[in-house]
């Protein structure tokens, strides 16, 4: 058995497994790759292999996708995530980041309150 084959037997898993599980497009994996943000092992064919915990990885990406961050600031904060240390830098952008999702949380709260004043307003009505 080859070292691949080995490594696959230990729980590692194919591109579209980790599509599958991590609910996104392999296109995608293959983006976050290409921008530094996954770590593949090549099989002698080709194929892009994945630890397991590509998939946890990838469904974060995706909530800071959601909240408005970059690839950029994903890549920036990576080290922080992985190593459990921030600089200086690092630590302003952070900060940065969770003030400005704040205030869209605020945005979001008075959409939610607007939208439940027009639902009271017409259930009240039949």
Known sequence: MSRTEH???????????????????????????EQGLLRTVRTSAGHRLFEETAVDRVQ?????Y????????????????????????QRAMLHEQRARLRGRLDDVAAAIARLDTVIAATDTHP
């Not at 974060?60 to 800071?64: A, G, K, P, T």
């Open 66 to 89: 959601a909240a408005g961050l970059t690839s950029g600031n994903i890549a920036q904060l990576l080290p922080c995530v992985d190593s459990g240390h921030t600089d200086r830098e």
């Open 60 to 64: 974060f990406f995706q909530q800071l």
């Open 7 to 33: 490594v696959v037997a230990a729980g590692v898993l194919k591109i579209g497994e980790v599509a599958e599980r991590a609910g996104v497009s392999v296109r995608a994996l293959r983006y976050y790759e």
